[in-house]
């Protein structure tokens, strides 16, 4: 096969170096600028590392013993301060402002979910640039020490009662995920299998796993669709996990949405409550189980939250209850849909919108809301500038980003919008 030798000279989008041979560009992941490579050219414009020839001075050597064959963590071969550095460099670019990335509080074992793959000989990962292959996760490094135990025990389990992992080409057999969700601040952990249409026995499960889960759920998704949720069909324990965050205790339903790394979301959490000193109605919008909208209803005279997953809006409802909290209700909804339909004047919206931002909707609704701030806080910093864009009268007064997923190169960005 063709090899090139590659000057790595910048980052993509996506955290893959871009790789110049004559008037050629790759993308090369695992490659990093400031490093000269052998690749393989792969089609579309990428290229395979084959061996770094020169390596750049950012480079350390990865902790983790299957860094570059798991998908995941492809930063790991950049020491953490160049990491925070062209995040930074990400956001510069976008907002043309300076940014200073802060750093996450815990760099390993910060992650408080892995979904794993279920396979017939290892539960892990997607192995990288792979659509079936599975990459053992033993040893990972991003949720606990615990989860080896966890991954351990579950094989011996799964292999002593026979039960067949899901073949994803041939569209065939039982087990498909190993969704493992911790509580950080509260011990507690939830451990959700994914199964196709069968009998999966939950109760004995549990048992093996002893005192590593306080809560096993069983879902089925029968669909063709890789995904790592499912209809609920049983559980032992609680069939949730709570989380604690500034002093809020958070119900999170099984397969609801929670903030990934919760050290980092309590800074996030404090950041927000500093720039939203005495605001009188706040709107969250897609609140998930009430993060935000309980965080900051000390602050506020009124909370309005939305969001689209049903069952996380009835934890929110709980979640409000729960922690003595009585001027914060929550509906659920599209967003798109929803927003138009609540009532009166808002001071403050807060937004928190998935990877994809804001629908244009949403965007047409804000501007007529025409709220004194926007806070904007979001996983995909490329999506919040062109939103931003669209907002009309506001500029950024204040922009702080975050590292919430160290060893990716996501960047957790959250944007003061105030109008002119
Ligand atoms: C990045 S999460 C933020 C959740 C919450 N703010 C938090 O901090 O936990 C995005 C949330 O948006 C919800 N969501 C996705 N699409 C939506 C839509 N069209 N309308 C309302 N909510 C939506 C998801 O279910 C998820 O809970």
Not at 61 to 85: D, I, K, M, N, V
Request: hydrophobic share 40%; glycine share 8%.
């Amino acid at each position: 096969m063709r090899e090139l030798e590659l000057e790595i000279v910048a980052l993509d989008k996506r955290g893959a170096g871009i790789g110049k041979s004559g008037k050629k560009r790759y993308r090369v992941d695992y490659a990093y600028p400031g490093d000269k490579v052998l690749a393989t050219p792969m089609g579309r414009g990428r290229a395979r590392l084959v061996k770094v020839l020169e390596a750049s001075e950012a480079r350390v050597t990865p902790r983790c013993e299957h860094f570059s064959r798991c998908g995941s963590c492809r930063w790991q071969g950049l020491s953490y301060e160049a990491q925070l550095r062209f995040k930074g460099e990400v956001i510069q670019k976008l907002f043309a402002q300076e940014a200073q990335v802060k750093p996450s509080p815990k760099i390993w074992y910060y992650r408080n979910r892995m979904d794993f793959t279920i396979a017939s000989h290892a539960i892990g990962m997607r192995r990288y640039s792979s659509f079936a292959e599975v990459e053992s996760a033993e040893g990972c490094l991003l949720l606990s020490k615990e989860s080896d135990e966890i991954l351990r025990l579950s094989q011996e389990f799964f292999q002593e009662k026979k039960l067949e992992a899901y073949d994803i080409l041939a569209k065939k057999g039982f087990l498909r995920y190993l969704v493992v969700r911790e509580g950080k601040f509260t011990g507690q952990r939830l451990i959700n299998v994914v199964t196709t249409e069968g009998k999966f026995p939950v109760e004995e499960y549990a048992g093996t796993l002893g005192e590593f889960a306080n809560s096993v759920v069983w879902a089925v998704n029968d669909s063709l669709a890789d995904v790592s949720f499912g209809e609920i069909r049983a559980h032992t324990g609680e069939g949730y996990l709570e989380e604690r965050l500034g002093g809020i205790t958070y119900r999170i339903p099984a397969f609801s949405f929670f903030q990934t790394n919760p050290y980092q979301a309590e800074c996030l959490l404090a950041c927000v409550k500093s720039w939203l000193g005495g605001r009188e109605r706040l709107l969250d919008l897609y609140c998930g189980v009430g993060t935000f909208s309980l965080a900051l209803a000390d602050l506020a005279s009124e909370v309005v939250g939305i969001e689209e997953d049903a069952e996380a809006i009835e934890a929110a409802k709980l979640n409000a209850v729960l922690n003595d909290i009585n001027n914060a209700s929550f509906i659920a909804g599209k967003a798109e849909a929803t927003l138009a339909k609540v009532g009166g004047r808002f001071d403050a919206v807060l937004v928190d919108p998935p990877r994809a931002g804001l629908h244009p909707k949403v965007i047409a609704a804000l501007n007529k809301l025409s709220p004194e701030v926007i806070i904007y806080v979001s996983c995909n910093p490329y999506t919040q500038a062109e939103d931003i864009k669209k907002l009309e009268g506001y500029e950024v007064e204040e922009l702080s980003p975050f590292d919430m997923f160290p060893h990716t190169p996501h960047v957790e960005n959250i944007a003061l919008l105030s109008r002119r």
